[in-house]
Nanobody, 124 residues
Framework: QVQLVESGGGLVQPGGSLRLSCVVSGFTLDRYAIGWFRQAPGKEREGVSCIGGSDGSTYYADSVKGRFTISRDNAKNTVYLQMNSLKPEDTAVYYC?????????????????WGQGTQVTVSS
C-alpha cells in the first residue's frame, strides 16, 4: 500500500526558511519520482520540484529556482524540500506525490499517489 505523509509546514516570516519532509511507504525511492506541488486558494495546483527515482535528477519550477532544494534519504524513505528566502507568494498547501513511471515531469496528472498536504504560510 503506497502512502506519503508530509510534515514541516508552518508560519514563517518573509525571508525565512522551512524544511518539508515527505515520508513514503509501500515502494522504494529509487523506483518512483517524487514531486512537490502546491496549491494556493483559488489557484490551480502547480509543480514546484521533483526528484527522479532511478537517477536522483532534480527539477525546479522557475519561481523557486535558487531558493528551494529537493533531496532524498533512501535509507529513511524520505524526500525533503528545503525552502529558503520564502516570499508571501509561496503561501500554499504543499503536497508530495509519487510517479510510478518516473517521468520526472512536474505535471500533476502523472502522479497517482498523493499525501494529505501541509500548510505553509509566509507572512509578517
Amino acid at each position: 500500500q503506497v502512502q506519503l505523509v508530509e510534515s514541516g509546514g508552518g508560519l514563517v516570516q518573509p525571508g525565512g526558511s522551512l524544511r518539508l519532509s515527505c515520508v513514503v511507504s509501500g515502494f522504494t525511492l529509487d523506483r518512483y519520482a517524487i514531486g512537490w506541488f502546491r496549491q494556493a486558494p483559488g489557484k490551480e495546483r502547480e509543480g514546484v520540484s521533483c526528484i527522479g527515482g532511478s537517477d536522483g535528477s532534480t527539477y525546479y519550477a522557475d519561481s523557486v529556482k535558487g531558493r528551494f532544494t529537493i533531496s532524498r534519504d533512501n535509507a529513511k524513505n524520505t524526500v525533503y524540500l528545503q525552502m529558503n528566502s520564502l516570499k508571501p507568494e509561496d503561501t500554499a498547501v504543499y503536497y508530495c506525490a509519487a510517479d510510478s513511471f518516473d517521468t520526472r515531469r512536474l505535471l500533476p496528472i502523472l502522479y497517482a499517489y498523493w499525501g494529505q498536504g501541509t500548510q505553509v504560510t509566509v507572512s509578517s
